[in-house]
């Protein structure tokens, strides 16, 4: 068994050789949500100017359903709307390339270095959307690669939509003090 740091580092490499060794090993989700945990662990320390130790436990709870969302959507807009003939693929797989591809995140920890938040986020940000691309495209078997950017973009519009809602829902009931 490849070793967790090992396969870390891999798929911030934007390895794709790693992103179909967690597409086919059932095993790895665990290692999956290990990475979305600290790579959401990451972002609050990163700005912990900004919310503190409350700000860290709700970004990773949010990182963590955030992160079953966007596999769900990216596994139904790319199997069903835009699928390749050889496109074959569960959630699951989608879950462990998807969780993987968050490993660039952990760079977030050097935002706590003052003058550097801004810059270091989106950074990060840049770097785990194209490893996101590639997990998308090796999950769904995809060899076109604007397929995958395709399959990304829509579920991230999606994906915002539906932040959007939930926080004008949440946020109307939540008075500030």
Not at 38 to 65: D, E, R
Not at 103 to 115: A, D, E, K, M, Q
Not at 144 to 157: D, K, P
């Amino acid at each position: 068994m490849t070793s967790f740091k090992d396969r870390i580092i891999r798929a911030a490499k934007l390895d794709v050789n790693l992103y179909e060794e967690v597409e086919a090993d059932k095993g790895a989700l665990g290692q999956a949500m290990g990475v979305v945990i600290l790579s959401s662990i990451a972002a609050g320390v990163g700005s912990s100017g900004v919310g503190g130790f409350v700000g860290i436990l709700v970004g990773t709870i949010g990182a963590l359903i955030g992160w079953y969302v966007w596999a769900y959507l990216a596994y139904f807009i790319g199997t069903k709307f835009f699928p390749e003939p050889q496109t074959k693929a569960d959630h699951g797989e989608l879950l462990r390339t998807v969780g993987f591809a968050s490993s660039p995140g952990l760079i977030r920890v050097l935002g706590i270095i003052p003058g550097l938040r801004g810059i270091v986020f989106l950074f990060a940000s840049i770097w785990m959307l194209v490893a996101m691309v590639i997990a998308v495209k090796q999950a769904l078997d995809y060899r076109s690669t604007l397929r995958a950017v395709g399959v990304c973009m829509i579920g991230w519009v999606i994906q915002i939509i539906i932040i959007m809602l939930l926080f004008s829902i949440l946020g109307g009931a939540v008075k500030p003090v």
